[in-house]
């Protein structure tokens, strides 16, 4: 009995959530649509109670469990902290709009939560199985969540895609783990990298099942050449989903990326290294530059989503203990700002109006001063120039490259970003420079205006200490070695 | 009780003077955010004095500095420090802070607390380039400025801001993105360091100091702005509200100087010696023909971009002399056009305010209107044209002698330069002030009230002390720049 639960101890949040969505799901339906602030408060509730115990029990060990299919490191802590706080936030963000667009529904925070589910297994996995498991959880809930609005025939049309596209590349992962197996014999990471890093004589089936994998990677990450779908479905899918899909699912996927590249196929990185840079630089390359040419703004920073996904990569690509807390780093700030940006087109919005064009934030600042200047914050991090958090995440994936002697692909990336860094400042010109021609008066409620100003002050405020944050990814990373 | 933080003062009290100016709100709390931000400039000059009474002339080795661990992950740290080299730098953005607030008290109307805060916070930003002795440290502050600068044009520029504001910044952003990069290949070459002083002694060898001089090379030379990546000049000048102008010419354009003194020369000696040419044909070329593109203008404004471009010129050939003069004969000729186009600046925007035109032929017979101004405005043309006993005449004559010891037609070139600024100079002046008034406005013209004779008064005093005895400046650079040029003449070599 008690070796029962010290198997399933180290699961317990996930066990919390998992009960907790349930009941949620039959509350919400007994209690009908006047009394849906109940759904929403359980649902905060949940994540706070997932992140008491997800921080009492901190494991400064890696403690495997469930017969190896579980790993409870400080690397899956850390990352589940911070899924929480993401998905806290885009819960706080998402209400006025859901609620102006009839969208207010349990099956929302039902959905979120499994997602977040789906995104807690994939980063604790340890084993093929459950990183599989984890990921199809969290993409089935993203496919519902973007037809949930099912009157509107662009975001049929973009889940429809997303799933398509989704189902394709969960095939090819799940090939290309198929031929791992038959080499390794093993679909435990840890297994897996004991054996190749012993050698193996089935190198074509092995380099096979790389290519296979990566490509469903990519795919999962958006990185060209497998990212046709990300700007319809962040264009199609109501804002408060992009902002979802945009944010959280982004540090699921790296841990994704860091357990199979990074842990279980660490030994064959002279093999995958190579198929990285290509994705990376045409990803900074096809983002950045596509990026400039749109008009509509979820569209336009569907694209540099691409671009950024393509700088993680940088770090992943680098192989090393410093490249892999690079590209975390990386991924948390992207998170920050991704909500922030999404997070300020959920603000600006109304009924009826999506303040998702680029000309909807014409003169914001005679319109509002403070938005304005957190979304100027936002669009500098994100292009990268000090003093906000994002310079110091490109320098961090930018050193991890030159370390291990790739200098031209760090220079390749630095001019990549300098085409990025038009697109951002044409934001603040339209905010700065220009004047409105909408002049309804902007009333975000309280609490989605002091989250807002806690993001936007946070992208300053970690820019002028990185220190806490690097310090956190590196010791998360650290202690995964 | 500061004496062990007066950078870190220098730096943070103008930026948090901004914040509070920023928090005043909108235009109903104007006249508080103009007293704020008087307040602030004037507390950071205050707290950038006791940088010259505490100021050590006999050292060459940083003063003042100070070291905390900021990110150490990287072994990055929070380093300042300053030398002779950057203190005088330090001092004349302070003063010239103080000029742009009072300049802009009355003829900015339009969101005066951000126009107020974004050069507040640049100034704390640029003090933060001139003082930092960690690499990544300085890249923040470099690049941190240009958010500051790209709203002042942006926002309260001329009809075309938009366009000159993105040129500007994008220019500028290419340059330092590859410097970034040759930063953290010197981390990795130096063994784990961002150190600027442990950089100063790390061997490299020849392909990589190559690479890296044209990549410092592009950084610094957009700034400075050296032909022929200065095109972004004109534009943002033209553009900018006379306070950005002013700024503009009197020190970001150092700030790219500067750079070639912390970073190319004593990082990359050998490639320095290798390359001298290439740099000294570029400064040539921007004295000589960059003069002849100044006589050909008709806005005032633009007629002083491109003169400050030749004079920039001079700065960066005196640094290849490779010679104790011709290195304080630039350094001279920084501060100096750092006072003389700060007041030519605004002397411009004296004009533009009354006509609201800056086409030369809009004006004429000034003399008779405003005869206080036209003879401020007969000084600093003068120093511009490098008149002796003016700040103008010390620093190129320097630059001139030093180049002819290296070679005459260096210098020959260099000094047609004496020629072109008077020429461009005087003629502008000419047709500006003195004949018969053909405009009907200008007959409407007051002349200067008491905040603008305070403003060219004490940019008068400025340049003539220092064309008079510029003695206290080169001894206050000599020991630094003896020592520079010793270590430039090591091979690092491996």
Redesign the interface.
């Known amino acids: 009995m008690s070796d029962f639960l010290t198997q399933f101890a180290p699961a317990l949040p996930e066990i919390f959530v998992l009960v907790m969505v349930s009941l949620i799901l039959l509350i919400d339906a007994a209690l009908g649509d006047s009394k849906r602030y109940v759904a929403y408060v359980l649902s905060l509730a949940t994540i706070a109670g997932a992140a008491f115990l997800t921080a009492r029990d901190f494991s400064t060990m890696p403690v495997l469990a469930l017969g190896g299919l579980f790993i409870d490191d400080p690397l899956s802590d850390v990352l589940k902290l911070f899924l929480y706080l993401t998905v806290a936030v885009v819960l706080v963000y998402s209400r006025d709009y859901l609620r102006q667009r009839g969208l207010y529904k349990g099956e929302f925070f039902v959905l979120a939560l499994f997602a977040l589910l789906g995104m807690m297994v994939m980063v604790s996995a340890s084993h093929f199985l459950t990183l599989y498991l984890g990921l199809e959880l969290l993409s089935l809930s993203l496919y519902a969540m973007v037809a949930l609005q099912r009157d509107s025939s662009i975001a049929t049309e973009a889940a429809m895609k997303y799933f398509v596209l989704g189902a394709l590349a969960s095939g090819m992962l799940l090939y290309g783990m198929s031929m791992v197996y038959g080499v390794t014999g093993s679909l435990a990471l840890a297994d897996m990298a004991q054996i190749l890093s012993d050698g193996t004589d089935l190198r074509i089936p092995l380099v096979f099942g790389i290519v296979f994998i990566v490509s469903g990677l990519a795919f999962k990450l958006g990185a060209v050449p497998f990212h046709m779908w990300v700007p319809d479905v962040y264009h199609g899918a109501p804002t408060a989903m992009t902002l979802f899909i945009g944010s959280a699912p982004k540090i699921a996927a790296f841990a994704f990326v860091f357990r199979i590249l990074g842990q279980g196929l660490e030994s064959q990185v002279a093999e995958w290294r190579d198929m990285l840079v290509i994705l990376a630089v045409l990803s900074m390359a096809v983002g950045n530059i596509a990026a400039i040419a749109q008009t509509n703004l979820k569209r336009m920073l569907a694209y540099s989503t691409i671009s950024h996904m393509g700088f993680m990569l940088l770090g992943i690509l680098a192989g090393s203990q410093n490249g892999y807390g690079s590209a975390m780093f990386y991924v948390l700030v992207y998170a920050l700002m991704s909500l922030g940006g999404f997070g300020m087109i959920l603000l600006l919005s109304r009924a009826g109006f999506e303040a998702d064009k680029l000309d909807d934030f014409k003169g914001l600042n005679r319109r509002s001063p403070w938005l304005a200047f957190l979304m100027l914050l936002l669009m500098f991090s994100m292009a990268g120039i000090p003093p906000t958090v994002g310079f110091y995440a490109k320098l961090a994936v930018l050193q991890a490259v030159v370390e291990i002697g790739y200098v031209w692909l760090a220079v390749a990336a630095v001019l990549f970003s300098l085409i990025g860094a038009f697109y951002y400042l044409r934001i603040v010109k339209l905010m700065y420079f220009d004047t409105p021609h909408d002049t309804t008066p902007i009333a975000p409620c309280v609490d989605s205006r002091v989250i807002m100003s806690a993001n936007g002050l946070a992208v300053l405020a970690l820019g002028i200490l990185p220190q806490p944050l690097m310090a956190v990814c590196m010791y998360a990373i650290g202690a995964s070695f | 009780m500061f004496g062990q933080s007066i950078l870190s003062l220098v730096i943070w009290v103008p930026i948090l003077a901004g914040v509070a100016v920023l928090a005043t ?2 235009d109903r709390n104007a006249a508080l955010a103009r007293w704020i931000a008087l307040a602030g400039a004037l507390l950071g000059f205050i707290v950038a004095i006791p940088l010259v009474t505490g100021f050590d002339t006999g050292t060459s080795a940083m003063q003042f500095v100070e070291k905390a661990a ?5 072994n990055i740290h929070y380093h300042l420090g300053v030398d002779g080299i950057s203190m005088p730098l330090i001092l004349l953005n302070s003063f010239i802070t103080v000029l742009v607030v009072i300049a802009g008290w009355q003829v900015i109307q339009d ?1 005066v607390a ?1 126009y107020m805060a974004a050069f507040l916070i640049m100034s704390g930003l640029i003090n933060g380039v001139f003082a930092s002795l960690d690499g ?1 440290l300085f ?2 502050f470099f ?2 400025m ?2 500051p600068l ?2 002042i044009v ?2 309260w520029g001329g009809p075309n ?2 366009y000159a ?2 040129k500007f ?2 220019y500028t ?2 340059g330092s ?2 410097m ?2 040759s930063m ?2 010197l ?2 070459q130096s063994g784990g360091s961002f150190d600027i002083q442990t950089w100063h002694t790390t061997t490299l060898g020849m392909t990589a100091q190559t690479l890296m001089f044209f990549a410092f090379l592009l950084a610094f030379g957009v700034k400075v702005p050296m032909w022929p990546v200065h095109t972004w000049l004109p534009d943002a000048h033209v553009e900018a509200p006379t306070g950005g102008s002013v700024v503009l010419a009197a020190i970001t354009l150092k700030v790219g100087a500067y750079g070639f003194l912390r970073f190319i020369l004593p990082i990359l000696p050998d490639a320095s010696a290798e390359l001298a040419w290439f740099v000294i044909m570029l400064s040539l070329i921007a004295v000589a023909y960059i003069g002849l593109v100044a006589l050909a203008q008709s806005d005032m404004k633009k007629l002083i971009a491109y003169s400050s471009i030749a004079h920039m010129g001079f700065v960066t050939l005196g640094f290849f002399m490779f010679s104790p003069l011709g290195l304080e004969g630039g350094l001279v000729q920084m501060i100096s056009h750092g006072f003389v186009s700060a007041a030519l600046f605004l002397c411009i925007g004296v004009m533009y305010d009354r006509l609201h035109s800056r086409q030369i032929k809009d004006y004429g017979g000034l003399v008779n209107k405003m005869p206080v101004f036209a003879a401020f405005f007969m000084l600093f043309a003068m120093a511009n044209a490098g008149l002796p006993a003016t700040s103008g005449f010390v620093g190129e004559f320097m630059v001139i002698m030093a180049a002819a010891k290296v070679n005459f037609w260096y210098a020959f070139v260099a000094a047609t330069t004496l020629i072109f600024g008077a020429a461009y100079t005087l003629w502008m002046y000419k047709r500006v002030v003195f004949g018969n008034v053909t405009n009907p406005h200008v007959e409407e013209m007051k002349d200067v009230n008491a905040r603008e004779i305070l403003l060219l008064g004490v940019l008068a005093v400025c340049v003539l002390a220092m064309g008079l005895y510029p003695k206290p400046f080169t001894d206050v650079m000599h020991v630094s720049v003896v020592d520079l040029l010793a270590h430039v003449a090591q091979s690092k070599l491996p």
């Open positions: 709100g909108s900021w990110i150490p992950a990287f969101k951000q990544i890249y923040v690049e941190g240009l958010i790209y709203l942006g926002v801001r938009v504001a993105f910044f994008l952003l290419l993105l590859l970034l990069v953290i290949y981390y990795f």
